[in-house]
C-alpha cells in the first residue's frame, strides 16, 4: 500500500447524495442499474451507473442515501454519461455493498 498526503486525499470530492431513481440498465456489459442521485444544492442531481443488482433492488434503492465521488471527469459507459461514481465495498463473494452514513445527513455534505 502506498502513503499518499493529505493534500491528495483533499483532491478527493465524496459527498453524500440521496438516490432519486433507479432503473434496470441492459445495455452495460455487466447487470446494472442507472442511478439518479440529489446531492443537493450546489450539486443539484447527477447521474451514475452502478452494478449492484446482485444485492439490490431498483426499488430499493430509492430513498437510500450513499456516498459518491464528484470530482471525476464524466465517464461513458455505453453510450450512457456517468457523471459521479458511487462507493461500495465488496462482500465474500465481490458483489457490492453500498457504503452509506449510519444516520441521516444533509444533501451534499462532504466527507472529511
Known sequence: MSEISWQDFEKVDVRVGRIVRAEPFPEARKPAFKLRVDFGSPLG?????AQLTARYT??????RQVLAVVNFPPKRIAGFKSE????????????????????EVPAGGRMF
Open 45 to 49: 442531481e447527477r447521474q451514475t451507473s
Open 58 to 63: 431498483a426499488e430499493g434503492l430509492v430513498g
Open 84 to 103: 459521479v461514481l458511487v462507493l461500495g465495498v465488496p462482500d465474500e463473494n465481490g458483489e457490492v455493498v453500498l457504503t452509506s452514513p449510519d444516520a
